[in-house]
């Protein structure tokens, strides 16, 4: 029995939702103006609120479309906004969140959920496994030089950030996606726009306009560092290259803009090679590599039988939900395709491992390495490997 009950919120109490949300992060409610722009990023309907009666915990999410290796777009719900009032927590309320919303996005035919961790130990007891990674890079952008021979072409538009609202959603929505990128509805748009109207820094942006139209952009600000507040620190926190030339050319830009000491771009692909394009490649630092999203495959077979496959020999996956127990079975993974199958099963794996291995950030062999893998066929994990690898590292790059 549960002292507290779990419903969809009415689109009045989002505000309420949003001020607890915060809370539970240590920061302010909003105020009316930051309120009238964040009621902008909250989907009707798409949050839910535990009641006993107070209001003590929420979790909110957005519809979108997750591309999946291979190339397929399928519907998945970003998940964000989750927190319990802290004099109520470690009673089951986030628990009961999870569960109601899951067995929502099922229901509603949705294949994922994703999510940012603000913590890493609390959802993987959720089926979400982390599915792809990113890494900060820095440079010191005295010391850095371009390759003189990087070749050129195009032109960067610098918009304030106005013009950026009106313009960014059209030129993402142009840019071919890699694995584990998603759609931006409204809603992720307007919640960028909040942020951005809510920094303390300026944010700026830039639009590289190639022979064949918009095919990049990036937006960024720039600050003082904290201990020396005469240093500036330039930061990108959104970025995205269709070409190399808008990769070129938006980093040119970049490393060019005056009053600048260091650029620090986080959350970027693991395999974006941007020391390659510098002269010396040891004048950009990795200074960390990190989590970027969890994935919660909440429709197995149908996930399953949308990506693509590379080629190896066919491998069988016993795969467990306690959760969502219609996703429980055994699937038969070949470079043709995936299906439930009666075969018995090579590998087995619960969904939450599954999560980590579907956009191919982990090798099957490393999950087999670490015990989130049984191995009943010794040459499975191998061709587990071919078949669940991706031409490119899966990447989200839209922060949630
Ligand atoms: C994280 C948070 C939502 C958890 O809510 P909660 O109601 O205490 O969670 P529950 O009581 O339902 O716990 C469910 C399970 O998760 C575990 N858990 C909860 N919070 C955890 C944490 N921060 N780290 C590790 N495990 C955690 C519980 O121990 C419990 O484990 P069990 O199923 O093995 O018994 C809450 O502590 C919170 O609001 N934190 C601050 C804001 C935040 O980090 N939000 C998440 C944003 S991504």
Redesign the pocket.
């Known amino acids: 029995m549960t002292d507290f009950d779990i419903r969809t919120l009415r689109d009045d109490e989002h505000r309420a939702a949003d001020d607890l949300f915060r809370e539970?992060?240590h920061a302010a409610p909003n105020t009316d103006t930051e309120w009238e722009r964040t009621a902008r990023a909250y989907q009707p309907g798409g949050s839910i609120g535990a009641f006993d009666p107070a209001f003590i915990?929420t979790a909110r999410s957005f519809d979108a479309e997750l591309t999946v290796p291979g190339g397929a777009r399928l519907p998945q719900a970003g998940v964000t906004g989750?927190?319990?009032r802290a004099d109520r927590?470690?009673?089951?309320?986030?628990?009961?969140m999870m569960t109601a919303q899951l067995e929502d996005f099922a229901a509603r035919g949705l294949v994922f959920a994703t999510?940012?961790?603000?913590?890493a130990?609390?959802y993987g007891?959720f089926g979400y496994g982390l599915a792809t990674r990113c890494r900060t890079y820095s440079i010191d952008r005295h010391r850095a030089r371009l390759r003189p021979d990087l070749p050129f072409a195009g032109e960067i538009e610098l918009m304030g950030l106005d013009d950026a609202v009106a313009a960014l959603p059209g030129v993402y929505e142009r840019l071919e996606h890699r694995p584990g990128m998603m759609t931006r509805p409204e809603v992720l748009w307007r919640l960028y726009e909040g942020h951005a109207r809510r920094a303390t820094e300026v944010v700026k942006s830039v639009v590289h306009h190639g022979p064949d139209g918009p095919d990049g952009f990036a937006s960024y600000s720039v600050g003082g560092l904290h201990e020396h507040p005469w240093t500036k620190k330039l930061d990108v926190f959104d970025m995205f290259a269709g070409t190399p030339a808008a990769f070129a050319g938006l980093w040119r830009f970049l490393l060019g803009i005056d009053l600048v000491d260091k650029i620090v771009a986080p959350g970027r692909p693991l395999d974006e090679p941007v020391e390659l394009i510098l002269a010396d490649h040891r004048r950009g630092n990795v200074d960390r590599v990190g989590d970027e999203h969890w994935l919660r495959l909440v429709d197995v077979p149908k996930a399953l039988a949308a990506r693509g496959y590379g080629h190896a020999a066919p491998v069988v996956i016993e795969v467990a939900d306690p959760l969502l127990p219609a996703n429980t079975g055994t699937y038969r993974i070949t470079p043709d395709g995936a299906g439930r199958t009666d075969e018995p099963a090579a590998l087995a794996l619960d969904v939450t491992t599954l999560g980590m291995l579907y956009l191919g950030t982990w090798r099957a062999s490393a999950l087999a390495t670490a015990g989130r893998i049984e191995v009943r066929d010794p040459a499975a994990p191998e061709a587990a490997d071919v078949l669940f690898g991706t031409r490119v590292q899966s990447w989200c790059g839209t922060f949630f």
């Open positions: 539970t992060l915990g989750v927190g319990v927590t470690r009673r089951g309320v986030l628990r009961a999510l940012g961790a603000s913590e130990g609390i007891r």
